[in-house]
């Protein structure tokens, strides 16, 4: 019996040396009270009564969300505005023995950066400089916890709430911006109307003008070609009369006309001169003596008749 109690004994204490350590995890390990070692993933042996695991680190990246602070700005308004730090142990060595407490301490020192970096700043710049700030924090927090073995990866500030009154006067002061931009854009877009308005009948004008413009030209050019039709028609019809006249004394000189026949058609020539205005005619002695040949020659024919 006192053999398997002590083998239980034995089993419970070789059992309790054994340590497996997770993924992401690291343990500090101290022997005599002093800093031994830090194990990291897999499976590690304590001496018994002699070794000791001072502390279980975890290596991930951690969320801390402080709650309000008060803080003052450069011109004396007081506004609460809490923080959101993302932090990772680097070192579980320093996480361990750098300081009392890590994340009391990163509370602490996020509370004055903050009220630091604030009092510097007026209301106008803390409410649009959140990036400034972020980024401003962020290193200061960084270079301050380095000997904790903590790296701060990122800095946000969750929320600003001015006090009331300041709260009022911001909100009556964005109402009154968007009224100023919305008589703005009334404006403009009147502006901008009476603008097209204005283009429109420009552009109807002149196109009205260019209308009457290419009709006038429509016009000319239809009234050109018809009085250059009429002159080829004139033309044409002079053509040929003159080419009948010439084909006519043509067919009369190849027809070898005798003295007499000339003369008649002279006589025919005086005929139609006298349908004219003239009131008096002067006829040639040879065209007279044919006229009397010609009347002689018609009497002898009636009186054969």
Known sequence: MPVIIFVVVLLLIVTSCIRIVPQ???????????????????????????????????????????????????????????????????????????????LVAIENLTATTLRNIIGDLELDQTLTSRETINTRMRSNLDEATDPWGIKVNRVELKNIIPPREIQDSMEKQMKAERERREAILIAEGEKKSTVLVAEGKKESAILEAEAAKQAAILRAEADKEATIRRAEGKAEAIRQVQKAKAEGIEYLN????????????????????????????????????????????????????
């Not at 003369?263 to 002695?285: H, N, R, V, W, Y």
């Open 24 to 102: 992401a995890q690291a343990c500090v390990i101290e022997r005599l009270g002093g800093y031994l070692t830090t194990w990291g993933v897999g499976i590690h042996f304590l001496i018994p009564f002699v070794d000791r695991v001072a502390k279980k680190v975890n290596l991930k990246e951690q969320v801390m969300d402080f709650k309000p602070q008060p803080v003052i700005t450069k011109d004396n308004v007081t506004m609460q505005i809490d923080t959101v730090v993302f932090f990772q142990i680097t070192d579980p060595k320093l996480f361990v023995y750098g300081v009392v407490n890590p």
């Open 254 to 305: 190849q027809s070898n006309p005798t003295k007499e026949v000339l003369t008649i058609k002279s006589l025919e020539s005086f005929e139609k001169a006298a349908d004219g205005q003239a009131t008096k005619i002067i006829i040639p002695s040879e065209i007279q003596g044919v006229a009397g040949l010609a009347r002689g020659v018609v009497e002898s024919v009636k009186d054969e008749k």
